[in-house]
């Protein structure tokens, strides 16, 4: 007999539970208790000890989209500021299934890259759309590259909203990034005046539309959505706010890109995202991991970076429980 279980999560994860015994009949006898169902019967603890010891469980992690954690160290390090960092983080156990990347000052981008093992991706915090030129203090991808470095962020909220980087050249900058070979965390981002004003996807859509515009390797992109409004403000997006528009994103490239990107395109959210909020956020439909800016200087970054791991083994923790109490029957 063979038994196949699927449990689909609210998080993504499929978890397979395959069991297999041999097809041999048990004759009926009297022992059978009277008032069990066929389904009961199955559980009796005869077959269910045989059944329990070869239950597998494949868990399947949405192997399409890999958990992504970027924490961005902004303006706020300094040399040993890193080396405190790279010490807590190469101390942690970090969870081999999350991809982890830090995003650097320029000045520092290679100090970064050398402390780091290379487990941990580098990423800058901005570039230029051209690759070489009379453009002062202005990087560019290829010195980005030179550096050692694979990412860059590019359209960071605070581009968007302090130096008023509009959505056209946030465009160019990725068109460039993307062509140079780097691989790029393209944000969009919502005010409270947005949200306020109900304007949210109207925003988002136009911020989309011209991202979509300029990429033509999805493979290559993260989205990261910020709830501006919900960044260093003390006031935090509830999981449903956070789920309402990272679905609306995704539903938008599948409309207007394809199914296939929609389904593999890794969608982030940014807004401060703390060791006490990003297990419960981990499990999110639509939410492939975390842009991380306070919480990335402290050791908040090593549990933000293991909150979907932490959910696995949740539910592995779970089944296991399960298996031991139907032992015990
Ligand atoms: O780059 C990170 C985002 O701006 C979020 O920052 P935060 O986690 O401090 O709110």
Same mark, same amino acid.
């Given at each position: 007999?063979?038994c196949r %279980? ?7 994860? &499929?978890?397979?539970? &395959?069991?297999?015994t *041999?097809? &041999?009949?048990?004759?009926q006898?009297?022992t *059978?208790?009277?008032?069990?169902t +066929? @389904? %009961?019967?199955?559980?009796?603890? %005869?077959? $269910? ?14 192997? !399409? /989209? ?10 706020n ?13 190469t ?5 081999p ?6 995003g ?9 890259r050398? @402390? ?6 580098v990423?800058? @915090? ?5 690759a070489?030129?009379?453009?002062s ?19 960071? +909220?605070e ?11 946030? #465009? ?17 981002c ?10 949210t996807? !109207?925003?988002?859509e136009?911020q ?13 992109v ?13 006031i ?7 789920q309402?528009?990272?679905? !609306?994103?995704?539903q ?13 395109t ?6 401060s ?9 981990? /499990?999110?439909?639509? $939410? ?8 990335? %200087? =402290? *050791? ?6 293991n909150? =979907?791991?932490?959910?696995?083994? #949740?539910i ?7 298996? =031991?109490?139907?032992?015990?029957i």
């Amino acid at each position: 007999m063979t038994c196949r %279980l699927t449990t689909h999560h609210e998080s993504g994860y &499929t978890i397979n539970s &395959t069991t297999t015994t *041999t097809n &041999t009949t048990r004759p009926q006898t009297n022992t *059978t208790r009277p008032h069990t169902t +066929p @389904q %009961l019967q199955q559980l009796t603890p %005869l077959v $269910l000890t045989p059944l329990v010891l070869k239950l597998t469980l494949v868990i399947n992690m949405d192997s !399409q /989209r890999k958990f992504f954690v970027i924490g961005n160290w902004k303006m706020n390090v300094d040399k040993s500021r890193i080396d405190s960092i790279v010490k807590f983080m190469t101390a942690a156990s970090l969870d081999p299934t999350t991809e982890a990347v830090v995003g650097c000052p320029s000045c520092y981008l290679s100090y970064a890259r050398q @402390q780091l093992p290379n487990n941990i991706g580098v990423a800058a @915090q901005n570039c230029y759309k051209v690759a070489k030129g009379n453009f002062s203090g202005e990087i560019s991808a290829a010195m980005i590259e030179d550096c050692g470095c694979e990412w860059v962020i590019l359209g960071h +909220p605070e581009r968007r909203t302090i130096f008023h980087e509009p959505d056209d050249l946030i #465009r160019e900058k990725v068109t460039h990034a993307l062509k140079s070979g780097l691989k790029v965390v393209a944000c969009v981002c919502e005010t409270k005046e947005d949200r306020d004003e109900g304007r949210t996807w !109207q925003v988002l859509e136009a911020q989309m539309a011209s991202l979509a515009s300029s990429i033509s390797d999805w493979s290559r992109v993260v989205i990261a959505f910020e709830a501006l409004w919900a960044s260093n403000t003390g006031i935090l997006a509830t999981n449903n706010q956070v789920q309402e528009v990272l679905s !609306q994103l995704r539903q938008w490239l599948r409309h207007n890109v394809s199914h296939s990107v929609a389904d593999t395109t890794r969608i982030i959210y940014a807004g401060s995202v703390s060791s006490d909020n990003c297990q419960q956020m981990a /499990r999110l439909a639509d $939410l492939d991991g975390f842009l991380v800016g306070s919480a990335a %200087l =402290r *050791t908040d970054i090593i549990d933000i970076i293991n909150a =979907r791991g932490s959910y696995v083994s #949740r539910i592995v923790n779970f089944f296991s429980e399960q298996e =031991r109490s139907l032992k015990r029957i």
